[in-house]
């Protein structure tokens, strides 16, 4: 979404194409009001950054189970303790998956029943009309690469197993 905390920070073209606060709002309000009329809605609360002085807590909403195992292996799982300290309250980033639904192409800037809309101000992500899980770690990583470098912090795409 392009608005005046975006608009000359993102590079808009092809690839990042701008999208009204209205438009993104109605897109959200579609988002939920089909995974509000699921029989089951699943919700992964993680964390993103693996250096826990400078974490993002994410909570996800889904109607895909595979979605929602997809996210618990993709972010940092708190412990119980960090469950009932970090994430009874608000969380830093939402993410409402609801691809299952397609967009509206009669939204002012929607082209296409598939749409990944990103709100960098309000730290939200709505998916609607794909269900390729991948979406939500992109989303991730792109909101990753626009918040830590303003912290100072270098950003990498990569991942380590330990043996």
């Not at 195992?69 to 939402?94: C, Q, S, W």
């Amino acid at each position: 979404m392009q608005d005046v905390t975006t608009t000359n920070e993102i590079w808009w073209g092809d690839v990042n194409i701008p999208i009204s606060r209205d438009s993104h709002n109605l897109l959200e309000q579609i988002a939920l009001n089909y995974l509000n009329t699921r029989p089951r809605l699943y919700v992964v609360d993680g964390y993103a950054g693996w250096d826990p002085t400078c974490r993002i807590k994410i909570r996800v909403f889904c109607s895909r189970v595979y979605h929602a195992l997809f996210m618990r292996n993709m972010l940092i799982r708190p412990t119980p303790e960090e469950l009932e300290k970090d994430f009874a309250g608000e969380v830093d980033y939402h993410i409402f998956n609801a691809g299952e639904m397609s967009a509206s192409t009669r939204i002012p800037g929607v082209t296409s029943e598939t749409c990944v809309s990103v709100n960098l101000t309000d730290q939200k992500m709505v998916i609607l009309g794909s269900q390729y899980a991948g979406e939500m770690k992109k989303g991730v990583f792109g909101m990753m690469h626009y918040i830590y470098p303003k912290r100072g912090i270098l950003t990498l795409h990569t991942s380590a197993n330990e043996g």
